[in-house]
C-alpha cells in the first residue's frame, strides 16, 4: 500500500502505478476496497473520485458481507471438503509411510503420521490444491496465451486473501489463487484469461470488456458466479 484515504468508518488503501486512470476494487472476504491510482495524482483527487462513488462500494460490501461462507476446516472423519466444484467426505487414514491425498469417488482420504497436527493436515492439503492447479494450468496458459498473442513468463500459485489472481504487466507473471482448484475448473479458466488480457490492457477499461466479451462472452455470468461461492472463514498460511 502506497497510501490511505479516509472516510470515516472507511479506509481505502491506495496503490500507485503506472496507469492512466483510477481503478477501484472492493474485495473478499473483508470488503476491502483498494483504489489503484496514476502515480501522479494527488491523495485529494483520489479522495473526491472515492466520494463520488461511496454508494457502489457500501452496495459491495454488503453483497460480501451477507456471502454465504464455509465453515472453518476443523479435519475431523466426513468432514465436507471440495475438489474442481465436487465434494468429498474427508478421512483421515493416519500411517507411519507416506503422507499424502488421495481422492476416491466420494472421499478425499488424508494419509498423516500419527500425531499429525491440524495446522499441517492443512498445510498438506494445501500443497496437495497448488499442485492440482499446476497440473491443469500450462495448458490453459498455452492456449489463450496462443489466442490473445501474449507471452508469459512465469505462473505463482498461491493464497490469496482478497484476490482470485494478479499479473504484472511488465514481467509477464501471473498469480493465480489455491483455493482455484476448490472451485469448478470454468472459474480457473475465467481467471487465467482476465489476467492474460491485463497483460494487455492493465485496466478495466472498455478496451479490457471488449477484449473479455471476444474472448469469453460469458465471462460476465463466470465472475458473479464465482464471487458469489462460499468463502472459507480461515485461509491456513
Not at 454465504?68 to 478421512?91: I, N, T
Not at 503422507?99 to 498438506?124: D, S
Not at 493464497?159 to 493465480?176: A, H, S, V, Y
Request: aromatic share 6%; proline share 5%; hydrophobic share 40%.
Amino acid at each position: 500500500m502506497d497510501s490511505e484515504v479516509d472516510l470515516g468508518d472507511l479506509k481505502i488503501e491506495v496503490v500507485r502505478k503506472d496507469i492512466k486512470n483510477l481503478h477501484l476494487g472492493v474485495h473478499p472476504p473483508t470488503g476491502q476496497v483498494r483504489i489503484s491510482a496514476p502515480m501522479r495524482m494527488s491523495l485529494d483527487a483520489i479522495r473526491a473520485f472515492a466520494l463520488t462513488k461511496l454508494g457502489w462500494i457500501r452496495q459491495q460490501q454488503r453483497k460480501i458481507n451477507e456471502q454465504e461462507r464455509e465453515p472453518a476446516r476443523e479435519f475431523l472423519d466426513r468432514e465436507s471438503h471440495y475438489v474442481w466444484g465436487k465434494r468429498y467426505l474427508l478421512k483421515i487414514v493416519e500411517s507411519t509411510d507416506s503422507q499424502g491425498i488421495e481422492l476416491t469417488q466420494r472421499e478425499l482420504i488424508l494419509r498423516v503420521r500419527p500425531g499429525t497436527t491440524k495446522l499441517r493436515m492443512a498445510a498438506i492439503l494445501e500443497s496437495w490444491y497448488r499442485n492440482q492447479i499446476k497440473e491443469v494450468v500450462p495448458e490453459l496458459i498455452e492456449k489463450w496465451a496462443a489466442i490473445l498473442g501474449v507471452k508469459v513468463d512465469r505462473v505463482f500459485i498461491q493464497q490469496m486473501k482478497t484476490r482470485w489472481g494478479g499479473c504484472n504487466p511488465d514481467t509477464g507473471i501471473i498469480r493465480l489463487n489455491t483455493e482455484l482448484a476448490r472451485k469448478p475448473t470454468e472459474y480457473l479458466e475465467y481467471v487465467v484469461i482476465h489476467e492474460l488480457v491485463h497483460l494487455i490492457e492493465p485496466t478495466h477499461n472498455a478496451r479490457f470488456i471488449m477484449l473479455m466479451d471476444q474472448s469469453l462472452p460469458n465471462w460476465r455470468q463466470i465472475k458473479d458466479e464465482l464471487n458469489r461461492l462460499p468463502l472459507r472463514d480461515e485461509i491456513w498460511s
